[in-house]
């Protein structure tokens, strides 16, 4: 065995996290100059603290239609050590797109005291899927809540549905309905952990959304929601704001924190990534908040037809790939950029969309479909793992939680690369090649003065370990 460990991925699955060997480390007797990947172990940066999925009820519907075998599977592949090693969780307050339909805990708009509200309605499919997940964990899973809407008689369009706002009124009413709701998840052993105060609160949709400006995000945020949380003995659940796109995440975290009250009740700042990769506006975050956590909390490749950055894409490579039943290679390279990037800009915890599709991208009440990283084809009864899988894996895998990232240098920008510490003080490298020929570098380790010629392959990422 060499001094390097490298696992590395290509189209073919039957090649996917293969191991390399006999990779080994020479001391940098001439200082070379040419091909150099550079990796300085001592300049580090933000600590990694874990990736995962969503629980949503699309995901867990696939869940319960699988036989026990294929169940156990699924949360190896996604849970355990040799899997994605997934330690996080998003899931939704009242429903989303990929629910079966609309739905609210409390429908009645006499109840001003909320005492008919109930999470029943999640009892048959997404509570036992979430139980499920924490008990093959052992509990170890941190569960952020989002809500994509309000009860429709909470907002002035009256429906949960096509944007709205939340009636001032009912500002104090909507804070309460989160405690009940972490209230009712806890008594089902399920802890939230973190609270985004809206999904998307700038995306006016035809499924549930709720629109807030900076300011009212920013009040209700101060003046309702944290005190809530406080006056019901909540304080340790954490708040995330914005929860939308990367263009204006910056702009938001402005506009919010720069009231102290505000700044102080606020944990991190959550993104997505539909509009492009705006990296740039993470290291800015970065640079002008410091003390906040960048979270991604929702990204995915879109199969219905929308006017984002991702899904323009998404749509060409589709084109162009035959009407394969898997998704394109190109879906999963979309993934590791973006990864690559917001770790680069940041980036501390990597939440992935819907944990579990079917064979359609759903099912989902509006037609939005999405590709997952595993889908359950409902008509072969049989996973399928799609390249997202493979590509998030060359980070989960390997990145432990407490890594923390750490500085490097490449000599050309058909390389995409991202370099981590562990705890244990191994340093982890992943090296994307998008281009259609393999590429020669040199790794340096510009600590110890060790250099290592690596090739890897056309169209393939790698992951590199070494001490």
Same mark, same amino acid.
């Given at each position: 065995?060499?001094?390097?460990?490298?696992?590395?991925? %290509?189209?073919?699955?039957?090649?996917?996290?293969?191991?390399?060997?006999?990779?080994?480390?020479?001391?940098?007797?001439?200082?070379?100059?040419?091909?150099?990947?550079?990796?300085? %172990?001592?300049?580090?940066?933000?600590?990694?603290?874990?990736?995962?999925?969503?629980?949503?009820?699309?995901?867990?519907?696939?869940?319960?239609?699988?036989?026990?075998?294929?169940?156990?599977?699924?949360?190896? =592949?996604?849970?355990?050590?040799?899997?994605?090693?997934?330690?996080?969780?998003?899931?939704?307050?009242?429903?989303?797109?990929?629910?079966?339909?609309?739905?609210?805990?409390?429908?009645?708009?006499?109840?001003?005291?909320?005492?008919?509200?109930?999470?029943?309605?999640?009892?048959?499919?997404?509570?036992?899927?979430?139980?499920?997940?924490?008990?093959?964990?052992?509990?170890?899973?941190?569960?952020?809540?989002?809500?994509?809407?309000?009860?429709?008689?909470?907002?002035?369009?009256?429906?949960?549905?096509?944007?709205?706002?939340?009636?001032?009124?009912?500002?104090?009413?909507?804070?309460?309905?989160?405690?009940?709701?972490?209230?009712?998840?806890?008594?089902?052993?399920?802890?939230?952990?973190?609270?985004?105060?809206?999904?998307?609160?700038?995306?006016?949709?035809?499924?549930?959304?709720?629109?807030?400006?900076?300011?009212?995000?920013?009040?209700?945020?101060?003046?309702?929601?944290?005190?809530?949380?406080?006056?019901?003995?909540?304080?340790?659940?954490?708040?995330?704001?914005?929860?939308?796109?990367?263009?204006?995440?910056?702009?938001?975290?402005?506009?919010?924190?720069?009231?102290?009250?505000?700044?102080?009740?606020?944990?991190?700042?959550?993104?997505?990534?539909?509009?492009?990769?705006?990296?740039?506006?993470?290291?800015?975050?970065?640079?002008?908040?410091?003390?906040?956590?960048?979270?991604?909390?929702?990204?995915?490749?879109?199969? =219905?037809?929308?006017?984002?950055?991702?899904?323009?894409?998404?749509?060409?490579?589709?084109?162009?790939?035959?009407?394969?039943?898997? %998704?394109?290679?190109?879906?999963?390279?979309?993934?590791?950029?973006?990864?690559?990037?917001?770790?680069?800009?940041?980036?501390?915890?990597?939440?992935?969309?819907?944990?579990?599709?079917?064979?359609?991208?759903?099912?989902?009440?509006?037609?939005?479909?999405?590709?997952?990283?595993?889908?359950?084809?409902?008509?072969?009864?049989?996973?399928?793992?799609?390249?997202?899988?493979?590509?998030?894996?060359?980070?989960?895998?390997?990145?432990?939680?407490?890594?923390?990232?750490?500085?490097?240098?490449?000599?050309?920008?058909?390389?995409?690369?991202?370099?981590?510490?562990?705890?244990?003080?191994?340093?982890?490298?992943?090296?994307?090649?998008?281009?259609?020929?393999?590429?020669?570098?040199?790794?340096?380790?510009?600590?110890?003065?060790?250099?290592?010629?690596?090739?890897?392959?056309?169209?393939?990422?790698?992951?590199?370990?070494?001490?």
């Amino acid at each position: 065995m060499g001094d390097i460990k490298i696992f590395q991925s %290509s189209k073919d699955k039957e090649q996917w996290f293969e191991e390399l060997t006999d990779i080994n480390f020479s001391i940098d007797e001439n200082n070379q100059e040419m091909q150099l990947v550079m990796v300085y %172990s001592d300049i580090r940066y933000q600590k990694i603290k874990g990736f995962g999925g969503a629980f949503t009820q699309a995901a867990a519907f696939n869940y319960s239609a699988m036989n026990e075998e294929q169940q156990k599977e699924f949360l190896r =592949s996604y849970f355990s050590a040799a899997g994605l090693n997934y330690s996080f969780g998003r899931t939704h307050i009242n429903s989303c797109d990929f629910s079966f339909g609309n739905y609210a805990y409390c429908e009645n708009e006499d109840d001003l005291n909320l005492n008919s509200f109930s999470i029943n309605c999640e009892q048959d499919y997404l509570i036992p899927f979430i139980q499920a997940a924490k008990e093959y964990k052992e509990g170890k899973i941190t569960i952020i809540a989002s809500p994509w809407s309000p009860p429709a008689w909470m907002k002035t369009n009256d429906s949960m549905l096509n944007g709205g706002k939340l009636k001032k009124e009912y500002y104090a009413l909507w804070a309460e309905y989160y405690v009940k709701y972490i209230k009712e998840y806890k008594s089902k052993g399920i802890e939230i952990e973190m609270l985004t105060v809206q999904n998307e609160p700038l995306a006016v949709q035809n499924w549930e959304s709720c629109i807030y400006t900076a300011e009212e995000e920013k009040i209700f945020l101060r003046d309702y929601l944290y005190p809530a949380l406080v006056s019901s003995g909540l304080e340790d659940v954490k708040i995330l704001i914005w929860d939308h796109n990367k263009e204006r995440l910056f702009e938001r975290a402005r506009q919010i924190l720069s009231d102290p009250e505000t700044n102080q009740k606020v944990y991190g700042l959550a993104f997505h990534w539909y509009s492009g990769d705006h990296f740039e506006n993470l290291s800015l975050c970065r640079e002008f908040f410091p003390d906040k956590k960048l979270i991604f909390t929702e990204g995915c490749l879109e199969l =219905s037809s929308r006017d984002t950055s991702m899904a323009k894409k998404a749509e060409k490579v589709r084109a162009n790939s035959a009407g394969a039943a898997d %998704s394109p290679w190109e879906f999963g390279e979309y993934y590791a950029h973006d990864i690559i990037g917001n770790f680069n800009s940041g980036l501390s915890v990597y939440l992935d969309w819907n944990l579990l599709l079917d064979e359609r991208g759903g099912p989902n009440h509006a037609e939005n479909f999405c590709s997952a990283p595993i889908i359950y084809d409902t008509q072969a009864e049989e996973l399928r793992y799609q390249p997202a899988y493979c590509f998030i894996g060359h980070f989960s895998k390997y990145i432990a939680q407490g890594s923390r990232k750490i500085a490097s240098s490449k000599y050309t920008a058909d390389l995409e690369i991202a370099t981590f510490i562990s705890p244990e003080d191994e340093k982890i490298i992943v090296v994307l090649n998008k281009q259609d020929e393999e590429i020669e570098f040199t790794l340096k380790d510009v600590e110890t003065n060790r250099i290592a010629d690596i090739k890897i392959k056309a169209k393939s990422i790698m992951t590199l370990i070494y001490s």
